[in-house]
């Protein structure tokens, strides 16, 4: 399969104009919260989570399990945080293991994404590596 490239009269400087990481974070926290509201829909009676969306400022917000409402009340079980600074996208858990730091680029299709390591990802993928364990896993001090 072919690489994707721009054309040769691709206008590079517009497109990295608008590929910055304050307006992929914007775009990734509105994703994110979609995420998080289909992800209550899909409501399973087996299931005792919900899952919350919290922002913490421009440059900051969080995704959280919220597991159980019986006697104690609902507990939270793992947390998620979406941080920004400057150039740099840092994705984090103490609760799962989830830890990346990325930066954004214009590809060589003129596509912006997201770099962590090497490899570039689509915004989609980004969000599927930072909440699939929130999600879909329980951790391990969960019984």
């Known amino acids: 399969m072919a690489e994707e490239h721009a054309p040769d009269d691709f206008n590079w400087v517009a497109a990295q104009a608008t590929c910055n990481a304050a307006a992929m974070f914007d775009r990734l926290r509105t994703r994110v919260k979609e995420d998080v509201q289909r992800r209550n ?5 087996d299931e005792d989570w ?3 969306f919290h922002e913490e400022g421009d440059d900051e917000f969080e995704v959280v399990r919220v597991s159980g409402t019986g006697f104690t009340g609902p507990k939270v079980s793992a947390v998620v945080q979406f ?3 400057g150039r740099r996208i840092r994705v984090h858990s103490e609760d799962l293991d989830v830890e ?3 930066v954004v680029i214009v590809d060589t299709a003129g596509h912006c ?3 962590v390591g090497e490899a570039m990802y689509s915004d989609w993928e980004i969000r599927r590596m930072a909440l699939e364990l929130l999600f879909f896993e329980e951790s391990e001090e969960e019984e």
Do not use: P, Y
């Open 41 to 45: 829909g899909l409501f399973d009676q």
């Open 50 to 52: 919900t899952f919350e």
């Open 83 to 85: 941080e920004r600074t």
């Open 100 to 102: 990346f730091t990325s």
């Open 113 to 115: 994404r997201f770099v």
